[in-house]
């Protein structure tokens, strides 16, 4: 008796935060879940998902995710400070951040680049998201789910299986027709088949979750920043450890690295290509040598 009392709560409460899959999410999890059995059942790909398991649970990417999980966290609490939280919008955001949030929080190392942070900004906010929120309003049957997600995914992995450039091509075209002649076909059934009562629907909650995709992404881009920083001091001073016979008092050149160039992204990113200015300043013996220092080579490369 207590466990299905149990069971009916855990039950109301994923209800209650969104998580009732609709078909076309159904079949992403079917799918998902065979790759997770093949990668299991197959030894070679099980001793790299085991490899791999093993680097990303590692001191320093463990902090980076603990720090993402954090961010998203921190969004939620802004986003109900400002009024415009749901409960309804867990599974979204979940959903979200296992899937496009990592791929985007895996390129900070590009948020070195201006132009990066302007195309992805513009292409965060573009209308893409209310198409995508449109085309999820009345999805297929679970098989036609399945035959349309497996051509799918085949017509975008196409390209990598190329062997020359003329194939890449060809599978380009290939993929840039299936994807389209597919968004054409559920537009259509969307425009056929959606049954929406106007006068009962939660305008605030449905204009949230069309847009939340595209707030989750510049709230995340806000954390590449940050984070492509630390990456690139990283590369600075293991140059520094490497160019010190003794690491003892590395961590004077360090600071005197970090006052020197503070959050100059294209400085730090050329000092830690090498070079003069990794050698000098591992060569110092106090915070001010290594300042004055990495200063001028700071300096030198702006002529």
């Not at 992403?28 to 990668?39: E, M, N, P, Q, S």
């Not at 979200?96 to 929080?105: D, H, K």
């Not at 399945?146 to 992995?157: E, N, S």
């Amino acid at each position: 008796m207590n466990l299905q009392r149990i069971a009916d709560e855990v039950i109301s409460w994923l209800i209650a935060h969104g998580f009732q899959p609709n078909n076309r999410e159904w079949v992403g999890l079917i799918l998902l879940a065979t790759f997770a059995a093949f990668i299991i059942w197959n030894t070679q790909s099980r001793s790299a998902l085991l490899s791999a398991i093993k680097t990303a649970t590692g001191r320093k990417l463990l902090a980076l995710w603990v720090i993402y999980t954090l961010w998203i966290v921190l969004f939620v609490l802004v986003a109900d400070v400002v009024g415009i939280w749901d409960p309804a919008l867990t599974k979204d955001t979940f959903v979200w951040g296992v899937s496009s949030g990592l791929v985007l929080l895996g390129s900070f190392t590009d948020a070195t680049k201006v132009s990066y942070l302007k195309a992805k900004a513009t292409e965060i906010v573009g209308g893409i998201v209310a198409i995508e929120y449109f085309m999820n309003l009345s999805p297929f049957s679970i098989p036609i789910e399945l035959v349309l997600q497996v051509v799918l995914l085949i017509a975008i992995a196409l390209p990598a299986g190329a062997s020359n450039s003329q194939e890449e091509e060809i599978a380009s075209k290939v993929r840039l027709w299936t994807l389209t002649i597919a968004s054409a076909v559920v537009v259509i059934h969307t425009l056929r088949t959606v049954d929406v009562s106007w006068g009962a629907v939660d305008w605030q909650l449905s204009v949230v979750k069309m847009v939340l995709p595209m707030l989750l992404g510049l709230w995340i881009l806000i954390l590449t920043f940050p984070l492509s920083i630390y990456a690139a001091y990283e590369e600075v001073f293991l140059r520094i450890d490497i160019c010190r016979s003794d690491n003892s008092k590395a961590w004077r050149a360090k600071i005197g690295v970090v006052l020197a160039l503070g959050i100059r992204l294209s400085s730090i990113r050329e000092a830690a290509k090498g070079g003069g200015m990794a050698y000098d300043v591992a060569h110092t013996n106090s915070v001010g040598a290594a300042y004055e220092e990495a200063k001028r080579h700071r300096l030198e490369n702006k002529r």
